[in-house]
C-alpha cells in the first residue's frame, strides 16, 4: 500500500525509504522465518526443472539436458499411473460421500448432550487418536484385525468364518473408510461443536415456545446455523481431491490390496524408493498431482466467495 | 415461569432422543476405546494366553517379558533419544520462527508486507513435492542427520496465521504507551505482546510438540542409519519386521522372537508420553481449533 503509493508520488521515494527504516525491526522479526521458507519451500520447487529434464545425477539439476514434455506424456500412457489417478479419485470421493458427514453427525450429538461429565469423557475419548501417528494407529489395527487378533476371535465365537480383513481386495477401501473416520471424526466434530455453540439460544426457547421438539429444533435451528461451517469445510475437503490419504494408505497396505489402493502419493513413493528411480519423470507425476491441487484450491475458494461472501484465503 | 418451561418439554428434560444419542456416542466410544485397551493388554499378557483369548477384558497371565525384549533393544533408546531431541529443538525452532512472523506480519502495514506474506502463503498450497525435497536435502549434506528433521519444519503457516490474528486483537493503545516510552519493536514484541499470548503459545507449542513427536515419513526418507533412528521408524521396522530400512543386526536378533505382544509393546511404548499427558492437555488442544474456527 504505501509501496505503490510511493512509487508513483514525486519526492515519495524518501518517504518510501523512512518507511522501510522504520520498520527495521519488523524485517528482522521477518529474516529467520522467510529464509528457511526460502530455502526449504522455495528450493524444492526449483527443482521442479527436474519434470522438464533428463536427470543425470552427475551433472546436477541445471546441467541435466532439457527433454520438455516426454515425462508427462510417458506419464498419460503408464498403466499403473492410470490406476493410481483411478484409486485417487475413487478413494477421495467415497471419503467425501461416506466420512465427511460423520463428524457434523457427531457435532450435533455432543452439542445436544445434557450429561456434561460424560461429554468431557467422551470428547477425551473421541479425539484422542487424532494425536496418534499412522504408524502407531496402523500398529494397533493390523494386530487387532489380524487373523489371529481379537476381531476374528469374535467372529469364531460367533460360530461365523475368520476373514482376513486386510488382505481383502473387496474390503481393504472400506476399511479406509472405516478406520479414518475411528481415528479422525472426533476431532473434526470439536469444529462443529464450536459453530454450534455460537447459535443464539434465543433460536432454541422461542422454538420450545412455538412446541418444536428436538429433530425439529436441530433441523431447522442447528444445521441452519453451522451451514457456513459445512461449506467451507465441504469445499476445503473437495480440494484436496488428490490427496487421498497417504499416511493411511501406506502404513495399512499390502501387496495383496494394491491394486485397489494404490494411489498417486504412494505410488510416487513406490517408483521412487524401492525401484530403480527416475527422479525426472517421478516429479512430474509430483508436479501433476500438485497443479491440480492447486487449481482445484483456486476453483474451490471462489466457491466459498460465493457462498459465504469472503474468501478462504485472499 | 423457567420452571413451567423446563415442564412442557423444555431443553432440560431427558427425552428419547437424549438415550439413543448417548447410546449411540458411547457405542462409538467404546469402539473407539477398546482396541488401545486390547493393546495394553496384549502386551503384557504371555503370548499364549493371547493365542488363547486374543479378545480380553482384563489380562490374565500377566507378564512383562514383552517390554524386557523391547527395552532390551538398544534401538529403543535410541530412538526415544532421537525423538525428544528432534522435539525439543524443534519446538524452539519452529516455534520461534513462527511466532516472530505471527507478530510481524500483524503489524499495520509496512513496506512489503503483502507481497512477503504472500510468499508464505503461497506454500501452504503449492510446493516442490518430494523428490526436489530429497535432492535438496541430498545437496545440503543432511541425509543422516537429525538436523534436517529440525530445520525443514521451521514456519508453520497455518498456525502463524492464526497466531497473527491473535496479535492483532490486542489493543493498539498498549503499543502506542510503550513506543511513547521509547521501546522498539522487538522490545514491544518480547515484553508487551508475548506474556499478553501465553495461552495460545502453549496451545501451538503442544501442536509442535505433537507434530515433532509424530513425524515418521520424513525421518523414514532421510535417515539410514539405525542408532539415528526416531522412535517412530524404529516403530515402523518393528511392526513391518526386517524391512529393508531396518540394520542387518537388528532384524536378526529379531527375526526368530516377533510375536505380536512385543509389536504391541513397541506400539504402547511409542504412544506413551501421548497417552498419559493427552486428557490432561486436551483442553489446549481444543482451543487450537476455537481460534483456527474463528478465524475461518
Same mark, same amino acid.
Given at each position: 500500500?504505501?509501496?505503490?503509493?510511493?512509487?508513483?508520488?514525486?519526492?515519495?521515494?524518501?518517504?518510501?525509504?523512512?518507511?522501510?527504516?522504520?520498520?527495521?525491526?519488523?524485517?528482522?522479526?521477518?529474516?529467520?522465518?522467510?529464509?528457511?521458507?526460502?530455502?526449504?519451500?522455495?528450493?524444492?520447487?526449483?527443482?521442479?526443472?527436474?519434470?522438464?529434464?533428463?536427470?543425470?545425477?552427475?551433472?546436477?539439476?541445471?546441467?541435466?539436458?532439457?527433454?520438455?514434455?516426454?515425462?508427462?506424456?510417458?506419464?498419460?500412457?503408464?498403466?499403473?499411473?492410470?490406476?493410481?489417478?483411478?484409486?485417487?479419485?475413487?478413494?477421495?470421493?467415497?471419503?467425501?460421500?461416506?466420512?465427511?458427514?460423520?463428524?457434523?453427525?457427531?457435532?450435533?450429538?455432543?452439542?445436544?448432550?445434557?450429561?456434561?461429565?460424560?461429554?468431557?469423557?467422551?470428547?477425551?475419548?473421541?479425539?484422542?487418536?487424532?494425536?496418534?501417528?499412522?504408524?502407531?494407529?496402523?500398529?494397533?489395527?493390523?494386530?487387532?484385525?489380524?487373523?489371529?487378533?481379537?476381531?476374528?476371535?469374535?467372529?469364531?465365537?460367533?460360530?461365523?468364518?475368520?476373514?482376513?480383513?486386510?488382505?481383502?481386495?473387496?474390503?481393504?477401501?472400506?476399511?479406509?473408510?472405516?478406520?479414518?473416520?475411528?481415528?479422525?471424526?472426533?476431532?473434526?466434530?470439536?469444529?462443529?461443536?464450536?459453530?454450534?455453540?455460537?447459535?443464539?439460544?434465543?433460536?432454541?426457547?422461542?422454538?420450545?415456545?412455538?412446541?418444536?421438539?428436538?429433530?425439529?429444533?436441530?433441523?431447522?435451528?442447528?444445521?441452519?446455523?453451522?451451514?457456513?461451517?459445512?461449506?467451507?469445510?465441504?469445499?476445503?475437503?473437495?480440494?484436496?481431491?488428490?490427496?487421498?490419504?497417504?499416511?493411511?494408505?501406506?502404513?495399512?497396505?499390502?501387496?495383496?490390496?494394491?491394486?485397489?489402493?494404490?494411489?498417486?502419493?504412494?505410488?510416487?513413493?513406490?517408483?521412487?524408493?524401492?525401484?530403480?528411480?527416475?527422479?525426472?519423470?517421478?516429479?512430474?507425476?509430483?508436479?501433476?498431482?500438485?497443479?491440480?491441487?492447486?487449481?482445484?484450491?483456486?476453483?474451490?475458494?471462489?466457491?466459498?466467495?460465493?457462498?459465504?461472501?469472503?474468501?478462504?484465503?485472499? | 415461569?423457567?420452571?413451567?418451561?423446563?415442564?412442557?418439554?423444555?431443553?432440560?428434560?431427558?427425552?428419547?432422543?437424549?438415550?439413543?444419542?448417548?447410546?449411540?456416542?458411547?457405542?462409538?466410544?467404546?469402539?473407539?476405546?477398546?482396541?488401545?485397551?486390547?493393546?495394553?493388554?496384549?502386551?503384557?499378557?504371555?503370548?499364549?494366553?493371547?493365542?488363547?483369548?486374543?479378545?480380553?477384558?482384563?489380562?490374565?497371565?500377566?507378564?512383562?517379558?514383552?517390554?524386557?525384549?523391547?527395552?532390551?533393544?538398544?534401538?529403543?533408546?535410541?530412538?526415544?533419544?532421537?525423538?525428544?531431541?528432534?522435539?525439543?529443538?524443534?519446538?524452539?525452532?519452529?516455534?520461534?520462527?513462527?511466532?516472530?512472523?505471527?507478530?510481524?506480519?500483524?503489524?499495520?502495514?509496512?513496506?512489503?508486507?503483502?507481497?512477503?506474506?504472500?510468499?508464505?502463503?503461497?506454500?501452504?498450497?503449492?510446493?516442490?513435492?518430494?523428490?526436489?525435497?530429497?535432492?535438496? *536435502?541430498?545437496?545440503?549434506?543432511?541425509?543422516?542427520?537429525?538436523?534436517?528433521?529440525?530445520?525443514?519444519?521451521?514456519?508453520?503457516?497455518?498456525?502463524?496465521? *492464526?497466531?497473527?490474528?491473535?496479535?492483532?486483537?490486542?489493543?493498539?493503545?498498549?503499543?502506542?504507551?510503550?513506543?511513547?516510552?521509547?521501546?522498539?519493536?522487538?522490545?514491544?514484541?518480547?515484553?508487551?505482546?508475548?506474556? $499478553?499470548?501465553?495461552?495460545?503459545?502453549?496451545?501451538?507449542?503442544?501442536?509442535?510438540?505433537?507434530?515433532?513427536?509424530?513425524?515418521?515419513?520424513?525421518?523414514?526418507?532421510? *535417515?539410514?542409519?539405525?542408532?539415528?533412528?526416531?522412535?517412530?521408524?524404529?516403530?515402523?521396522?518393528?511392526?513391518?519386521?526386517?524391512?529393508?530400512?531396518?540394520?542387518?543386526?537388528?532384524?536378526?536378533?529379531?527375526?526368530? *522372537?516377533?510375536?505380536?505382544?512385543?509389536?504391541?509393546?513397541?506400539?504402547?511404548?511409542?504412544?506413551?508420553?501421548?497417552?498419559?499427558?493427552?486428557?490432561?492437555?486436551?483442553?489446549?488442544?481444543?482451543?487450537?481449533? $476455537?481460534?483456527?474456527?474463528?478465524?475461518?
Amino acid at each position: 500500500m504505501n509501496m505503490t503509493a510511493g512509487a508513483v508520488l514525486p519526492g515519495s521515494r524518501r518517504r518510501f525509504m523512512r518507511a522501510v527504516w522504520d520498520s527495521r525491526y519488523i524485517y528482522l522479526l521477518l529474516l529467520p522465518g522467510i529464509v528457511s521458507i526460502l530455502i526449504f519451500s522455495y528450493g524444492p520447487m526449483y527443482g521442479l526443472l527436474l519434470a522438464f529434464k533428463k536427470f543425470n545425477a552427475g551433472l546436477g539439476i541445471l546441467s541435466s539436458p532439457w527433454i520438455g514434455m516426454a515425462h508427462f506424456r510417458r506419464l498419460l500412457g503408464t498403466p499403473d499411473f492410470a490406476s493410481a489417478l483411478r484409486n485417487t479419485l475413487i478413494i477421495s470421493f467415497s471419503r467425501l460421500i461416506i466420512e465427511f458427514p460423520i463428524p457434523i453427525v457427531l457435532g450435533v450429538l455432543l452439542g445436544e448432550m445434557k450429561f456434561q461429565k460424560t461429554k468431557r469423557v467422551l470428547q477425551t475419548v473421541f479425539t484422542f487418536p487424532h494425536f496418534l501417528s499412522w504408524i502407531i494407529v496402523s500398529g494397533i489395527l493390523i494386530s487387532f484385525l489380524d487373523s489371529n487378533g481379537p476381531v476374528n476371535a469374535i467372529l469364531a465365537a460367533l460360530g461365523r468364518d475368520k476373514i482376513n480383513i486386510l488382505a481383502n481386495t473387496k474390503t481393504f477401501r472400506g476399511l479406509l473408510y472405516a478406520t479414518s473416520i475411528w481415528k479422525g471424526a472426533g476431532w473434526s466434530s470439536i469444529i462443529y461443536m464450536t459453530a454450534i455453540a455460537g447459535i443464539d439460544p434465543q433460536l432454541y426457547e422461542a422454538a420450545v415456545i412455538d412446541g418444536a421438539g428436538r429433530l425439529r429444533r436441530i433441523w431447522h435451528i442447528t444445521l441452519p446455523g453451522i451451514k457456513p461451517t459445512i461449506v467451507v469445510l465441504f469445499v476445503l475437503s473437495a480440494g484436496r481431491i488428490m490427496n487421498a490419504g497417504f499416511d493411511q494408505v501406506f502404513n495399512l497396505q499390502n501387496a495383496v490390496v494394491r491394486p485397489v489402493s494404490e494411489i498417486i502419493d504412494t505410488y510416487v513413493y513406490r517408483i521412487t524408493f524401492e525401484a530403480v528411480p527416475d527422479f525426472g519423470f517421478s516429479t512430474a507425476v509430483g508436479l501433476f498431482k500438485s497443479v491440480i491441487n492447486f487449481a482445484l484450491l483456486l476453483v474451490t475458494n471462489r466457491l466459498v466467495k460465493a457462498v459465504n461472501g469472503s474468501g478462504l484465503f485472499v | 415461569m423457567i420452571l413451567t418451561t423446563k415442564k412442557q418439554g423444555g431443553r432440560n428434560r431427558i427425552d428419547a432422543f437424549d438415550i439413543v444419542g448417548c447410546v449411540v456416542l458411547i457405542l462409538f466410544a467404546l469402539i473407539i476405546f477398546y482396541p488401545f485397551y486390547n493393546a495394553v493388554l496384549t502386551s503384557i499378557v504371555t503370548s499364549k494366553q493371547y493365542i488363547l483369548n486374543p479378545a480380553m477384558l482384563y489380562p490374565r497371565d500377566v507378564t512383562l517379558d514383552n517390554y524386557r525384549l523391547i527395552f532390551e533393544n538398544p534401538l529403543i533408546w535410541s530412538g526415544y533419544k532421537n525423538t525428544l531431541i528432534v522435539v525439543a529443538c524443534g519446538v524452539v525452532y519452529g516455534m520461534g520462527m513462527t511466532v516472530c512472523m505471527a507478530y510481524a506480519f500483524s503489524r499495520k502495514s509496512f513496506p512489503g508486507k503483502r507481497p512477503l506474506f504472500l510468499l508464505v502463503l503461497f506454500t501452504m498450497f503449492f510446493g516442490g513435492g518430494l523428490i526436489p525435497l530429497y535432492l535438496l *536435502i541430498k545437496n545440503m549434506g543432511l541425509i543422516n542427520e537429525l538436523g534436517a528433521l529440525i530445520l525443514i519444519n521451521g514456519v508453520v503457516p497455518y498456525y502463524m496465521i *492464526i497466531l497473527k490474528s491473535g496479535f492483532e486483537q490486542i489493543p493498539e493503545s498498549l503499543e502506542e504507551a510503550a513506543r511513547i516510552e521509547g521501546a522498539n519493536d522487538i522490545v514491544i514484541f518480547a515484553r508487551v505482546m508475548l506474556p $499478553l499470548q501465553m495461552a495460545m503459545l502453549a496451545t501451538f507449542t503442544l501442536f509442535i510438540a505433537v507434530d515433532r513427536w509424530n513425524d515418521w515419513f520424513l525421518p523414514m526418507l532421510f *535417515i539410514k542409519e539405525g542408532r539415528k533412528f526416531t522412535l517412530q521408524v524404529v516403530l515402523r521396522s518393528i511392526i513391518y519386521e526386517a524391512t529393508s530400512d531396518v540394520d542387518a543386526a537388528s532384524s536378526a536378533y529379531y527375526e526368530n *522372537i516377533f510375536s505380536d505382544g512385543i509389536k504391541i509393546a513397541a506400539v504402547v511404548v511409542t504412544m506413551l508420553p501421548i497417552m498419559c499427558f493427552y486428557p490432561f492437555l486436551q483442553k489446549h488442544f481444543v482451543k487450537g481449533v $476455537l481460534v483456527g474456527a474463528v478465524k475461518m
